[in-house]
């Protein structure tokens, strides 16, 4: 006698045995790589979120901007790219500024207020792709706290104007280890001339 009717059943159940067990054991492998990421994304969080240095100040709460004006006369002024940047907090692609392949001596400054930020004799390969400097002139800069896309970084802005710069990592050269990682089209460069200080 062939029983068809127990047949189905029986491949059934194993299937979805194997269906169970293997539900399961990926359900434990996507919970493990979470809790790998959420380590590295804690690792990174403390690695990039306690930035120190000579020049590095933390923007106080309810600091106001000493040059100080609304967004509409910011757009006007500075034209939707440089606005997506140092208003908008923007990020332009890495390797898309002529900035950063600049060697020429002088200083960069602020786009949106022409502030003194960075000495070209601070700028460095920092092979991200954006202008990088070891250091900044100091009082030229102010950090804040950045949480945006699901990190924590170091956030630099323009002490005059508060326009988004970049961030600034610990994983720069010699003397400061700091990297001021920063938007091109957040910068103006003024060659430095025989007349120049």
């Keep these: 006698v062939i029983r068809t009717s127990t047949m189905p059943r029986s491949l059934a159940t194993a299937a979805a045995r194997v269906f169970r067990t293997t539900m399961a054991r990926s359900r434990l492998g996507i919970m493990r790589a979470n809790v790998m990421a959420g380590k590295r994304l804690q690792f990174a969080n403390r690695l990039f979120s306690t930035v120190t240095g000579d020049n590095i100040r933390e923007l106080r709460p309810g600091e106001t901007a000493p040059i100080d004006k609304t967004d509409e006369e910011w757009f006007d002024e500075l034209g939707e790219e440089t606005f997506t940047i ?102 103006t460069f003024v060659p430095r001339t025989n007349s120049s200080n």
């Design 86 to 187: 140092l208003r908008a907090h923007g990020t332009e692609p890495p390797g898309s500024h002529e900035y950063n392949f600049n060697k020429k001596d002088g200083v960069y400054h602020c786009a949106g207020c022409n502030t003194p930020l960075f000495k070209s004799s601070d700028k460095y390969n920092s092979g991200t792709g954006w202008p990088s400097f070891f250091d900044s002139i100091p009082g030229a800069v102010v950090t804040k706290t950045d949480k945006s896309h699901f990190m924590v970084r170091t956030e630099i802005l323009c002490a005059s104007c508060h326009g988004h710069l970049g961030h600034v990592f610990p994983d720069g050269p010699k003397p400061t280890h700091l990297r001021h990682c920063c938007n091109g089209a957040a910068l």
